[in-house]
């Protein structure tokens, strides 16, 4: 199993510019999330998803979207990019029985100038 | 859920056990203790929880006092690669977010 995968691992954009970071799983998990991290920070959660067609908001989720058509992939949409959105993003998985068990992505590394 | 409080910074030398203490003194009968660890430049990783027993597994063991207002992780062989930050999370099974705080920073020296 490869587990939780995340693409791209690095990424400069330009303020205002919109991207999508693509994150996959193949351990038929339901639940998937998306967190980002700042610099010496901890995670906060941007958004969560708990099945196929099923979203909702985290802590942090201005500025970004997700949307999840599939069991196995859950992207996040960046519209009108900003500094403030700096960030390494991690991606995570579970399954529903053990959810708090999470399996993390490596992370993409955005920065935005 | 609970608050939790850590030690900002740890170190141990390599082959001795690390035990990495956590306070959780508001800590509710429902919620459990949970501990991740964030090795440089990777995303987390689940290494272990529990409500009110001890626990083991393959890579640490769960302490946690009987009053449960504390805990203690322990990895009883600390090699190189346990050097990280170690997140200590107090959670109930109800909700979908897990708090990260500030947690540990481990550094295992030779």
């Known amino acids: 199993n490869a587990g939780v995968t995340q693409t791209p691992k690095f990424r400069i954009l330009k303020i205002g510019q919109s991207m999508t970071l693509q994150c996959a799983q193949d351990?038929?998990?339901?639940?998937m999330y998306w967190y980002r991290q700042d610099p010496g920070m901890g995670l906060k959660l941007i958004y969560y998803s708990v099945g196929a067609g099923i979203t909702d908001k985290g802590e942090v989720p201005n500025g970004y979207n997700v949307s999840r058509s599939t069991t196995e992939d859950f992207p996040l949409r960046l519209e009108l990019a900003a500094p403030s959105q700096t960030s390494v993003y991690f991606c995570?998985?579970?399954?529903?029985?053990?959810?708090?068990?999470?399996?993390f992505g490596p992370g993409t590394r955005l920065t935005v100038l | 859920d609970a608050k939790t409080t850590q030690p900002p910074s740890m170190d141990c030398a390599e082959g001795r056990a690390a035990n990495l203490p956590c306070n959780h003194s508001t800590i509710s009968g429902n919620e459990y203790v949970y501990w991740y660890r964030q090795i440089h430049s990777q995303g987390p990783q689940y290494i272990i929880h529990?409500?009110?027993n001890n626990e083991t597994n393959e890579m640490a063991s769960l302490i946690i006092t009987e009053d449960r207002k504390s805990s203690t992780l322990i990895l009883p062989h600390a090699t190189l690669r346990d050097t990280a930050v170690y997140y200590c999370i107090v959670k109930s099974r109800a909700g979908n977010m897990l708090t990260f705080g500030g947690g540990t920073r481990l550094m295992v020296k030779p």
């Open positions: 995570a998985s579970s399954s529903s029985d053990r959810a708090d068990e999470q399996f």
């Open positions: 351990m038929n998990h339901n639940y």
């Open positions: 529990g409500l009110k």
